[in-house]
């Protein structure tokens, strides 16, 4: 197949460079592909992130104290420094899950657009909408936002 020359892409893909898609075409696609998203990593709960950072070299260290200290008689020592590390855990894992959430909205307040022809006319559109067959503008300052081929190129170094 002829993947590399634009012609033999735009007939496989069955688009047209100049007037792109129609937008009942990129609408049966966006149904029959799905969305432009990278799939999202599964959050972990909060016991698994809790007793992942119990595994941290530092916390060990701790804990191999409290148990030394309980092992010598200092129980009422022990016992605090039990309490000093699940409270120091405890903090660790909801700031952590706070910062991933933080990040999460802010990955949404700031949605990327990009720029496609459908119809013959330029059109900003949410990155999720892009199909396969949509003819991508990129310009100086904006993402790629799919896997796309470079069909032209006009003044690039």
Not at 37 to 60: D, G, N, R, T
Not at 144 to 149: C, E, H, L, Q, W
């Amino acid at each position: 197949m002829a993947y590399g020359h634009p012609i033999g892409s735009c007939r496989i893909l069955q688009t047209n460079l100049d007037i792109g898609l129609t937008c009942a075409e990129a609408n049966l696609r966006l149904e029959r592909y799905g969305q432009n998203l990278l799939q999202e990593e599964e959050k972990e709960p909060f016991w698994k992130v809790f007793v992942e950072e119990l595994k941290e070299p530092l916390i060990l260290l701790l804990v191999f104290t409290g148990i030394l200290y309980i092992l010598l008689g200092e129980v009422s020592d022990g016992i605090a420094i039990f309490f000093v590390i699940l409270a120091l855990n405890t903090i660790e894992v909801v700031n952590e899950q706070r910062a991933r959430k933080a990040i999460s909205a802010l990955h949404k307040l700031a949605e990327p657009t990009a720029l496609v022809i459908r119809e013959g006319h330029q059109l900003d559109i949410s990155i999720e909408q892009i199909v396969p067959g949509d003819i991508i503008l990129l310009q100086a300052g904006r993402r790629v936002s799919a896997d796309a081929r470079l069909q032209r190129a006009t003044g690039s170094s």
